[in-house]
């Protein structure tokens, strides 16, 4: 996962008001991995904290995308980065108690009620992908967002467009001349290489552009040493300063070493 990033994350306080409300909160006791602590101890983030990190990385990955585009600035680009922080921050703000795992226990999509939602009344089983919409478009959290980010104009509904495209909006929201910017802003929050994924490998400031000085050759390009074969067990032991063959007898490391490191 992502490791610390040095000064910590910043947040603006209306981000603050969302991540201090209760719906938000309740991510801190909803592991990210499930019951998989239960057999690695160590497995134990959770999705208040990963949440945190993708709002962190998809403005990051925003900033990355529109690096050089003229056409949007002021108030309307931070209208959209906002926007897209957002939705990072909540995208997994419908995930039950114990995660995925409890989720063969939700309803079908018709009994959320989803408001300007296509394919409101479907029998299908609702996934927490829908409980983030109800929580998004239907909640006393909807009202919330709403008045914490009045002056950007910003509707929960957009942000929920931005998770699902069954979500319908105002497509003006997103048009900046002949731009449509939600296919764009979409990806960067749910692709196959959005900010939740990318939030899993990414190290902090990975996703800002990187210009080679004249002459300097990419890392990508540049000649690798190749590996050498792998070193057996005894090999690794020698090395270490092991006196004799016999220390590693007890474990049978010597007489199985082809057949464990090949």
């Known amino acids: 996962t992502l490791p610390p990033t040095p000064g910590g994350l910043r947040t603006t306080a209306a981000e603050a008001r969302v991540i201090e409300s209760p719906w938000f909160q309740r991510l801190r006791g909803i592991l990210q991995l499930g019951f998989t602590s239960l057999t690695f101890p160590g497995a134990t983030h959770t999705r208040f904290l990963h949440s945190v990190g993708v709002m962190h990385v998809a403005g990051q990955a925003f ?8 056409w949007l600035v002021g108030r309307q680009r931070a209208r959209f980065r906002q926007v897209v922080r957002l ?3 909540l995208h ?26 296509d394919g409101a009344d479907s029998e299908a ?26 002056d950007l104009a910003i509707e929960p509904a957009y942000v929920a467009a931005l998770l699902h495209p069954s979500v319908r909006v105002d497509d003006g929201f997103f048009e900046v001349g002949d731009h449509d910017l939600r296919p764009i802003l979409s990806q960067l929050i ?3 290489l959005d900010a939740d994924r990318i939030r899993e490998w990414a190290t902090p400031g990975s996703l800002r552009p990187k210009r ?14 190749e590996p050498g074969p ?12 092991s006196d004799s063959e016999a220390e590693a007898e007890p474990l049978g490391i010597a007489d199985r070493s082809a057949e464990l490191f090949q």
């Open 92 to 117: 997994d703000i419908g995930h039950p108690p114990l995660s995925h795992t409890s989720e063969l226990l939700f309803p079908a999509v018709r009994a959320l009620g989803l408001p300007c939602f």
């Open 190 to 192: 749910s692709s196959e």
């Open 125 to 150: 089983q609702a996934a927490h992908e829908h409980y983030t919409l109800k929580l998004l478009l239907d909640s006393p959290l909807t009202a919330l967002i709403r008045d914490a980010f009045v």
């Open 87 to 89: 939705a990072g921050l």
């Open 63 to 70: 900033d990355s995308a529109f690096d050089d585009a003229p």
């Open 212 to 225: 080679c000085n004249e002459g300097e050759v990419p890392a990508a390009k540049r000649r690798r040493t």
């Open 230 to 241: 792998p070193k057996t067990a005894a090999e690794l032991i020698a090395e270490l300063g």
